[in-house]
């Protein structure tokens, strides 16, 4: 009995899943650093690149057994997901008796949450490169700056935040590009880091 084996080759969707990440903290920074104000423009970035792109990683990364990558792109497609919502309700979307109701305390409680999953998260991307442990330690300072400012009104906490947002993004830009360059060349062009090697053996 002959059989005849196919292999699916899944391209590796890092790229897409960190521009979808740099795109929406690149936007999402601009309002909370005081360059743009408002967020109801930010919304569709925060679902369409923000969530969804990142889910298209996610799902990509689940079929490739790439337990690391398929957490955290879900992981934070999931938190952009909610995140576009809670701006929807803040901007009576879903009518002004829920926009009322809403007590922002809650909000930090799910970004101390997030800084949580964060830490180890972070803790996990370093066995992956540099480029990415650089974007978890800063998602570290971002949800810690979310808390601060949410839950306890420190406004150094909001600062925090929006810069280590911006500087996720800029990373975020140049994970894409390293990813897209390195695989397109079938060199190292734009080097992401080897892993510091701690805990893999």
């Not at 899944?10 to 740099?22: C, E, H, W, Y």
């Not at 879903?94 to 799910?110: C, H, N, P, R, T």
Request: charged content about 10%; glycine content about 10%.
């Amino acid at each position: 009995m002959n059989q005849d084996e196919t292999k699916i080759y899944t391209a590796d969707p890092s790229a897409l899943g960190l521009f979808g990440l740099a795109m929406v903290t690149f936007v999402a920074s601009s309002q909370k650093l005081g360059w743009t104000s408002g967020t109801s423009f930010i919304i569709p970035w925060a679902i369409f690149l923000g969530a969804l792109a990142q889910v298209y990683a996610c799902v990509n990364d689940a079929k490739k057994g790439n337990v690391f990558g398929a957490t955290a792109f879900g992981g934070y497609a999931l938190f952009w997901f909610s995140v576009a919502m809670t701006w929807m309700i803040s901007n009576g979307v879903f009518g002004e008796a829920m926009k009322a109701s809403a007590d922002v305390k809650q909000l930090g409680i799910a970004f101390l949450g997030y800084l949580i999953f964060s830490v180890y998260m972070t803790i996990a991307s370093l066995e992956t490169n540099k480029v990415l442990m650089v974007i978890f330690i800063l998602i570290d300072f971002l949800f810690l700056g979310l808390s601060l400012s949410t839950i306890w009104g420190i406004e150094a906490g909001h600062e925090l935040a929006a810069w280590s947002e911006f500087l996720i993004a800029l990373v975020g830009f140049y994970g894409s590009a390293a990813n897209v360059m390195n695989n397109t060349f079938g060199r190292v062009f734009l080097p992401v880091g080897k892993p510091l090697g701690i805990f893999k053996k």
